[in-house]
């Protein structure tokens, strides 16, 4: 049984969550009760934006994380395992949707994973070949 990351005491029941069920549920309701507008000024002022991202390694290997910094986690990573690659991310508004989706997202099979991958990878191209 994993402890859970944010406040290491309790166990976490799911293996796709990272945090434990009080720990989750009073992030959750501090989010639910914040206005959406307030989110985006915190999120500015403290210059994080919550982000879901896949990395892939070994050709078909993958990563799934969280992080309030993309750029500064990739390079985090990239420290460590230079062969990684970031390959899919989406960002969220407040920190409990982003960890609801990156616990879905791990219970879901490769091949949906696959699918989201490659989704967004088709909407990149399109977005850079425009530009
Ligand atoms: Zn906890």
């Not at 000024?41 to 078909?60: A, C, F, P, Q, W």
């Not at 986690?73 to 982003?98: C, G, H, M, W």
């Amino acid at each position: 049984m994993r402890k859970c990351l944010k406040c290491g005491k309790y166990e976490v029941k799911k293996p796709h969550y990272d945090w434990c069920y009080k720990c989750f549920h009073e992030l959750e309701e501090k989010d639910k009760s914040t206005p959406v507008e307030e989110n985006f000024e915190d999120n500015l002022k403290s210059n994080r934006i919550h982000t879901v991202y896949i990395m892939s390694y070994s050709g078909t290997k993958e990563k799934i994380g969280y992080t309030g910094n993309l750029p500064s986690r990739l390079i985090e990573i990239k420290q460590v395992y230079p062969d990684n690659k970031l390959v899919y991310f989406r960002e969220f508004t407040s920190e409990s949707q982003a960890r609801r989706f990156e616990a879905w997202l791990r219970e879901r099979g490769k091949r949906t994973r696959t699918n989201f991958v490659s989704t967004f990878q088709d909407k990149v191209r399109k977005v850079v070949d425009y530009f």
